[in-house]
């Protein structure tokens, strides 16, 4: 699970059955870190790559296999560059600064590196 990967907030989890499906975090609660500030939201952003891919495969939504494409290509890219390095994982980057910069890596893929560096 999680300490496989790294930390809590790196494992997306899904629960698919034959007509429905719920996509979240596989971690559970962490209240010593609550309303700090400092959860890793990458489980999530996985997480809803993981239900887009279900959705194209499931009514052939092209589009939705390339948002979910393009969610983890931005996530890898943040990481990638090094500059931000989530609380969980030994660093000091928060929840927004993570979040803002996997939106900027998805809104200009081409820039985002230079702008997280």
Not at 3 to 24: C, K, N, R, T
Not at 63 to 70: D, I, L, N, T, Y
Request: some cysteine.
């Amino acid at each position: 699970g999680a300490g496989l990967i790294g930390g809590m907030g790196m494992a997306p989890s899904a629960d698919i059955g034959d007509e429905h499906a719920v996509f979240q975090p596989c971690h559970g609660s962490a209240p010593d870190i609550a309303g700090q500030g400092k959860a890793n939201p990458t489980a999530m952003f996985l997480s809803a790559a993981m239900m887009l891919d279900w959705l194209a495969a499931r009514e052939n939504l092209p589009a939705c296999a390339q948002a979910a494409a393009m969610i983890r290509t931005a996530v890898d890219r943040v990481f990638a560059a090094g500059a931000l390095v989530p609380f969980d994982l030994g660093g000091s980057s928060g929840t927004s600064a993570m979040t803002e910069a996997v939106m900027a890596a998805l809104r200009d893929p081409e820039a985002a590196a230079v702008a997280v560096v």
